[in-house]
């Protein structure tokens, strides 16, 4: 068994490896070249702080790694079913660790007391919990707008998470599109229908404007929507989104090692 970076290696073999690795996975997931492509690019990927665990020729383990300014981000972690519980996992997450003693970022499913387990051994701590919700109610159109992003998320409530913060957004391959007006906004991915950002100015909110973005960026994708990991100190935004209809799907811990 051999640990390396993932420089050289291609999203056709990245992608059969994480489909592998996820296929038994609380919330499977089935990845394309160009969707993992687009996901990790998105957030940062960086092949030569990314380890793969290699059988031979074969690809069966992996922690693909992110960069942002001064931290870095695990923006997954998957060792397939026919390799596990041999350590694999730890030895690919001490080889980022080794590589690049920055800040490190992960977020796990609060069900996996393994990898919880795992992840406190190696040094991280929980930073804070990280709510997701899917959204079906498509409604009526909004106009696109050509927002100046960091004037909206001026209002946000809470840090926004790695995935959805502004430097995430704006290294997007794929096409997002900002709908709404001065009062309030969203940010949207049709291609993945996933819900960036939505922030309503502080003086317009309880007014509808809210719940008529999150129908228009339904409307906008064409099926639910993904709401992924917003801070779960934010209770005002999870009664806005219970009450505008989402249905909640998991919970993650983000977790942080320090230099």
């Known amino acids: ?76 972690t998957g060792v397939v079913p026919s390799h596990r519980r041999r350590g694999l996992a730890r030895a690919l997450v001490d080889a980022v660790i080794a590589s690049a003693p920055a800040p490190y970022v992960l977020e796990v499913l609060e069900s996996n007391a393994r990898a919880i387990a795992l992840y406190r051994e190696l040094g991280f701590v929980e930073t804070r919990r990280l709510r997701c919700w899917t959204y079906a109610i498509a409604g009526d159109p909004q106009p696109a707008i050509t927002g100046d992003l960091e004037v909206l998320a001026a209002d946000a409530d809470v840090e926004l998470s790695w995935q959805n913060s502004l430097a995430s957004i704006a290294r997007a391959p794929e096409p997002h599109t900002v709908i709404g007006d001065d009062r309030g906004a969203a940010v949207v ?30 409307h906008l994708a064409g099926r639910p929507l993904k709401i992924l990991n917003i801070d779960a100190r934010a209770t005002e935004i999870a009664a806005f989104l219970d009450a505008a209809g989402a249905q909640p799907l998991v919970t993650q811990l983000e977790m942080m090692r320090p230099r």
Request: hydrophobic share 50%; charged share 20%.
């Open 189 to 218: 991915f049709p291609g993945t229908a996933d819900l960036a950002l939505l922030v309503v100015r502080r003086a317009n909110r309880r007014r509808g404007h809210g719940k008529r973005l999150l129908a228009a960026a339904a």
């Open 1 to 76: 068994m051999e640990i390396r970076p993932l420089t050289g290696i291609g999203w056709d073999v990245l992608a059969a490896a994480f489909t592998e690795a996820f296929s038994d996975y609380a919330v499977p997931m089935t990845m394309t070249a160009d969707a993992l492509a687009n996901m990790q690019l998105r957030r940062g990927y960086a092949a030569d702080v990314s380890f793969g665990a290699f059988d031979g020729a074969r690809l069966v383990g992996f922690v693909l790694t992110c960069r942002d300014g001064g931290r870095v981000y695990n923006s997954g």
